[in-house]
């Protein structure tokens, strides 16, 4: 069975500074690791996806992430957080041995929020 | 437009009653899926419907009742519902059935409140 810690429920930065949202995960196969992104009142939007390859993930609106498997990890970072950044992020796994849809499993969520 | 379109945006009912949450995809997926989100609790997979076959069912209570006619929509009929079912029901679609990293699309919820 694959799960998914996302340490500190809420984080909050200044605007500027780095953004760095934490994501381990458990899995029993090569994963494949989403970031997703909710703005209140939204449904959840992708903001990167690692599948294989390169192990350093770019996505939308600035934000990386690194796939690190000798500590099963899939941090979010951001090099300088913008007001809009301010929303719940998610990180999810999918197992590569299901198939009939992409089956995730969710973290239970960082809510960031960004101070001038 | 996020691509997948869910109504109503909001629902109170009573736990007598019945209704249906509606979901439409224009994207052109293959895969639809139901996911529950509670507060503070994970984003809960209900049901998958890959080529409008279900394959998927997580332990849902009977109360539940999803109906995918075709590729494009996917509906979740409601009976007899308990206050804690109340959260927001997010629908979801992705590209190929069986493409295991294909991200999901997400609609931008119902939410709903049982009295």
């Known amino acids: 069975a694959q799960s998914v810690t996302q340490l500190g429920s809420h984080v909050s930065v200044s605007e500027g500074a780095l953004v760095l949202l934490r994501c381990n995960y458990s899995?029993?196969?090569?994963?494949?690791l989403f970031w997703y992104v909710q703005y209140p009142n939204q449904g959840l939007q992708l903001l990167l996806k690692?599948?294989?390859?390169?192990?350093l993930v770019k996505g939308i609106n600035g934000f990386e992430a690194e796939f690190k498997k000798s500590e099963t990890s899939f941090h979010l970072t951001k090099p300088s957080a913008h007001m809009s950044d301010a929303a719940e992020y998610f990180c999810a796994v999918s197992d590569q041995s299901t198939g009939g849809g992409n089956k995730l499993t969710f973290g239970t969520g960082t809510q960031l929020k960004v101070e001038l | 437009e996020t691509g997948v379109t869910q109504t109503p945006r909001h629902l109170v009912m009573g736990m007598t009653n019945k209704k249906s949450l509606k979901c439409e995809q224009h994207?052109?997926?293959?895969?639809m899926y139901w996911y529950k989100q509670s507060a503070k609790k994970p984003l809960e997979l209900m049901f998958v419907?890959?080529?409008?076959?279900?394959?998927e069912n997580n332990s849902v209570p009977s109360r539940f009742s999803p109906e995918c006619p075709n590729s494009s929509h996917l509906f979740l009929h409601l009976h007899t519902l308990q206050p804690e079912d109340s959260a927001l029901y997010l629908c979801?679609?992705?590209?190929?059935?069986?493409?295991?990293?294909?991200?999901?699309?997400f609609g931008n919820g119902t939410r709903l409140t049982v009295t």
């Open positions: 994207l052109g997926h293959n895969a």
């Open positions: 419907y890959s080529l409008e076959e279900r394959v």
């Open positions: 690692y599948t294989t390859g390169a192990t």
């Open positions: 899995s029993s196969v090569p994963p494949y």
């Open positions: 979801a679609s992705s590209q190929r059935p069986g493409l295991d990293n294909s991200p999901l699309h």
